[in-house]
């Protein structure tokens, strides 16, 4: 068996110099039921279930870090072989694989689901590698159709039709929502002609999704792993393979009722007095609103943290602040990250015990050193700092049972920040894993610490606000879209990230609304990110500056608390949309693609999007309040004014400042709540409908 590796240049590679994978052997049915094929490159295991067949092959003995939930059953195929071919059939699907290069043909109920790409070379039969090993990794290639869209890859900021793009899964803390890099993937996505792909493993995978340099006609996976575990699957539509997906990685809970309400943030409250004295404006002002966030240095001194610890110079008595904002009927946030300080004594003692990770090249904790190109006056320069090792049993528990006195002390929500700073092949985990390999599902690994902390010790239910994510990250509600740049533009492409992200199976998101850095005062952004936002999962005002509605003028305060107040009066709405997701994994911001497949017209529509099963929402997303929307087929009614408008069209509006465009499916009835301030406002907690829209 040849075990030669081809080098690999990801920006204009070279298929002349790679070796294409060829069958070697004959097929045998294994105890398990899978199927054996022997190749050049390695033994390819092959299982078929119920929604597709799942592909293995190279080294299996490494950590997968519980990225799946469950093992679906193997159905049992039959085996027909030839000297060219080896077919195999397990129930209505059948996989078709030549030998002389290896290719494969997918089909169920004798139609094509997916096959090797079909782009050719004049002297061989395929310009792309069907199947090789390469020095990065593995290469596998699929077919694209003509005008095939595919969507998902986790949360990306430009077009959600990936087709055209060069989309890498691994994790950034890309400071800002406006390139390629994001915070939140996942290498998991689909297409609207019926088949999904997911790629099991924790380390990064490039997709050339119909991406020129490689091929327009062909979807080229390249995985940084020395194993290549690849899910074919197909389904129906897009929310079929979502289902499908997050049946392997995990469906995400509900969150609890308080979570659906306001929460109120910015970066940050420099002392008790600011912060206090915020919560009391918000109730003076009569500003809906549950939830009120300490962030980063808002409750922690920088050069020491994070060490589960008050700074002393601000808080003598954390409790007792902690107690006032519960007096308001406040919720409580705390900002977290999952670094030591070199500056503080937990890291010697972390170190001492292996719970950080170490450098290869010395032995002892990594010591982390910060890129200052991002810090300045508010984002203050932070100290070098070590990783904590979430593959390590005892720092794990560790640090998750170290939030149990600050959920005593009555905190109810963490906002679990970074996570993408594993960056360095030199940093070396407990698990043995270093670099690429851990990189992305460190993020996993400390969502799921911190969820499982609040699931242990929060007294209102668990629910957690992660920047960073991997695969199975919906499983630990909830996350939110980084750090946006306060202008229109960073308004458009985190409503597109939230919706990448949906449909990448990660039901619930965020934005900063007003956006994050750059400042601008732009009363006009402020009140359109506001009404964007009440369709959304969640709901915070969040930024470098002040968030609160008045602090943008009085135009503002009237039309974001009106916005507010509808955020809350559609508590029972939100709360059953969260419940189906929880169940299907269907988003509660769902992309037209998701929501009309078979409308064609509709996919080109991509900032607009239905929330829940009924409201067709149109962000407006440029100064002037004009906005551009298109209807599918059917009646439409505007909400709230019942206006009446025929589907199948596009349609141009001008808004008022107090004016959204949201439209219902006429005869579809939106259940409302009562006007409250703060959930503790409803009954037994729980929304609760006083009405219905229309009458």
């Known amino acids: 068996m040849s075990t030669t590796t081809s080098l690999f240049d990801v920006t204009a590679p070279n298929w002349n110099d790679i070796k ?10 294994q105890s398990d039921s899978s199927v054996l094929i022997p190749t050049s490159q390695g033994d390819l295991h092959i299982a078929f279930h119920a929604f597709g067949v799942r592909l293995q092959i190279g080294k299996k003995d490494q ?11 193997v159905i049992a195929a039959d085996i027909v072989s030839s000297e060219q071919q080896t077919i195999l059939i397990a129930g209505d699907s059948k996989l ?22 079909t782009d050719g070379h004049f002297v061989r039969r395929y310009r792309l590698p069907p199947l090789a090993k390469v020095d990065k990794g593995w290469l596998m290639s699929l077919e694209l159709d003509t005008d095939e869209a595919v969507y998902g890859l986790g949360e990306k900021w430009g077009s959600l039709n990936k087709r055209g793009q060069l989309v890498r899964s691994y994790n950034h803390d890309a400071l800002g929502v406006n390139a390629e890099i994001s915070y939140k993937n996942t290498p998991f996505c689909w297409s609207t002609s019926g088949w999904g792909v997911f790629v099991h493993t924790p380390a990064p995978v490039t997709h050339a999704v119909g991406y020129a340099t490689w091929s327009q006609r062909a979807y080229g996976v390249l995985v940084e792993d020395e194993c290549l575990d690849m899910f074919l699957m197909h389904g129906e539509d897009g929310n079929a393979m979502i289902n499908t997906y997050t049946d392997l990685t995990g469906k995400a809970p509900t969150p609890p009722v308080w979570s659906l309400g306001v929460i109120l943030s910015k970066a940050y409250y420099k002392d008790v007095p600011e912060l206090l004295a915020t919560a009391k404006d918000v109730r003076d002002h009569k500003m809906p609103c549950d939830v009120i966030t300490l962030d980063g240095r808002a409750w922690q001194d920088t050069d020491t943290r994070f060490a589960f610890e008050w700074d002393p110079k601000r808080f003598d008595d954390p409790a007792a602040v902690i107690n006032k904002l519960k007096a308001d009927n406040f919720k409580v946030c705390i900002w977290e990250y999952p670094l030591v300080s070199i500056q503080h004594p937990l890291f010697a003692e972390m170190a001492k015990k292996g719970w950080l990770l170490k450098d290869k090249r010395t032995g002892e904790a990594y010591q982390y050193k910060w ?3 991002a810090f300045a006056e508010v984002l203050t320069p932070l100290p070098e700092s070590g990783i904590v090792d979430f593959t390590h049993p005892d720092a794990y528990q560790f640090w998750m049972e170290s939030h149990k006195p600050l959920f005593d002390l009555g905190i109810d929500m963490i906002k679990a920040d970074f996570g993408e700073q594993v960056e360095d092949d030199n940093m070396l985990a407990h698990s043995g894993d270093s670099g690429n390999r851990l990189h992305n599902v460190y993020s996993f690994l400390y969502n799921k610490c911190v969820y499982e902390a609040a699931e242990k010790y929060s007294k209102n239910g668990p629910f957690l606000f992660s920047r960073s994510a991997w695969t199975g990250s919906q499983r630990f509600p909830s996350q939110w879209g980084g750090d946006p740049q306060a202008d229109w533009g960073g308004l458009s492409a985190s409503i597109r990230g939230a919706l990448s992200w949906g449909m990448s199976g990660a039901p619930f998101f965020a934005t900063d609304i007003g956006g994050f850095f750059k400042d601008t005062r732009d009363q006009e952004l402020f009140i359109r990110w506001s ?7 969640h709901m915070r005002l969040h930024g470098i500056g002040q968030r609160e509605p008045w602090s943008y003028g009085l135009e503002a305060e009237e039309a974001v608390n009106q916005a507010l107040v509808l955020r809350y009066r559609l508590l029972p709405y939100i709360y059953n949309a969260m419940q189906q997701a ?3 994994s269907v988003p509660l911001m769902r992309a037209m693609p998701l ?5 064609r017209l509709a996919a080109a529509f991509e900032s607009q999007f239905m929330f829940g099963d009924d409201m067709l929402v149109a962000p407006c997303l440029k100064p002037g309040g004009e906005v551009e929307f298109y209807l599918p087929e059917g009646e439409w009614q505007r909400f709230p004014s019942e206006q009446t408008y025929h589907g199948g069209k596009v349609y141009n509006l001008t808004l008022g ?13 939106i259940p409302l709540g009562p006007d409250v301030e703060h959930t503790d406002e409803l009954t037994d907690k729980q929304p609760q409908i006083s009405h219905y829209w229309p009458k």
């Open 20 to 29: 294409q994978a060829e069958v070697t052997g004959a097929a045998s049915l």
């Open 63 to 73: 950590p997968d870090y519980g990225l799946l939930v469950s093992t679906p059953d």
């Open 96 to 117: 078709v694989i030549t030998h002389t290069p290896f290719t494969f043909e997918l089909s169920q109920n004798s139609k094509t689901i997916q096959q090797t790409a």
């Open 371 to 373: 890129d200052m190109s």
């Open 531 to 537: 009404q964007a936002a009440v369709f959304s999962a």
């Open 582 to 584: 929880s169940s299907t």
């Open 595 to 599: 929501a009309f497949p078979k409308d």
């Open 657 to 669: 400042a107090q004016e959204m465009a949201v439209f219902i499916p006429k005869g579809k009835r």
